[in-house]
């Protein structure tokens, strides 16, 4: 049977995530958010598979992630997509971490902190919200600006319906948001390392 559109991932609250991972029954975490993202906070023990390079080379993840996994995101957006991804390929024992790190850090799990940067969705809101502003002031002296005005509401309107952000994906392959772990070969052998390989 294969994985529709609509079908709703299997996911897992923070709370029994952190007993499986206090009882040392963890699952393999892959956090699919920007390495910036990951650098600031994550969970102990997880891998950074930033969702792009998930999505582009899901068939050569496929072969080292035979175990349970989880997908962790911000609040479950992403993972979700991830989970798609990963189950097209056939990889089973896939489910989301309800609510992404937003759940994790609200439940007071423990994490690990980095310096901090701001996570993809407000550099999206600024970006969005400046280019909207400057449309709109800029009208004022050259009617037709208001249109770029309504090209990014219409584009956020997508965003929404779709649950996917191409800006927000373009603003994901900045330098700021790219770390010097996030290339496939990197990521690889951190998951054939196992435990030895975990941040």
Known sequence: MSTSETTQPATLDATTLRELINSGRAPRLLDVRTPAEFETVHIPGAYNVPLDLL???REELRNHLDEDVVLICRSGARAT????????VGLPNLKVLNGGMLAWQ???APVKQGASRWDLERQVRLVAGS???ASVLGSVFVPG????????GAGL???AVTNTCAMGMML???PYNRGASCDLDTIVGQLREGNGGRA
């Not at 997509?81 to 097209?88: P, R, T």
């Not at 600006?145 to 990014?152: E, Q, R, S, T, Y």
């Open 55 to 57: 999505k582009e080379h």
């Open 81 to 88: 997509q991830a989970e798609q991804a990963l189950a097209g």
């Open 106 to 108: 609200a439940a007071n």
């Open 131 to 133: 280019i909207v502003l």
């Open 145 to 152: 600006l208001k249109w770029v005005a309504g090209f990014i």
């Open 157 to 159: 309107t997508f965003a």
């Open 172 to 174: 994901s392959k900045l």
